[in-house]
């Protein structure tokens, strides 16, 4: 399909004559580079998002540590007071007493 005069129009001596016009007065003109500064607020707000959809799509129940977990408690040597106690102190820790 060729574009041609419509109205009497020629579209593209248009877009040409255009150009031409604003090119030569944006030569004239010096314009200082565009810059972005991000405050500490948003960049806050945006790591506590990326968490938010990293915790949205982790699966609650992590299915491979549960059968491991599973299979050590069958055996009746894997629980003695050592492990016991280890898991103790390591509940423990996790609220901080």
């Known amino acids: 399909m060729m574009v ?4 009497g129009i020629n ?3 248009n877009v040409q004559n255009t150009r031409r016009a604003n090119g030569s007065a944006q030569v004239a003109s010096t314009s200082a580079p565009d810059s972005i500064s991000v405050s500490d607020e948003a ?10 959809q990293v915790a949205e799509e982790t699966p ?3 299915a491979d540590l549960v ?3 599973k299979e050590k ?3 009746p040597n894997y629980l003695n007071s050592a492990v016991i106690g280890s898991t103790a102190d390591r509940i423990l ?3 901080g007493f």
């Open 4 to 7: 041609q005069n419509i109205n």
């Open 11 to 13: 579209p593209i001596n």
């Open 43 to 52: 960049k806050e707000a945006a790591r506590a998002y990326f968490l938010s």
């Open 60 to 62: 609650d129940v992590r």
């Open 67 to 69: 059968a491991s977990v």
């Open 73 to 75: 408690i069958k055996d």
């Open 93 to 95: 820790d996790s609220f």
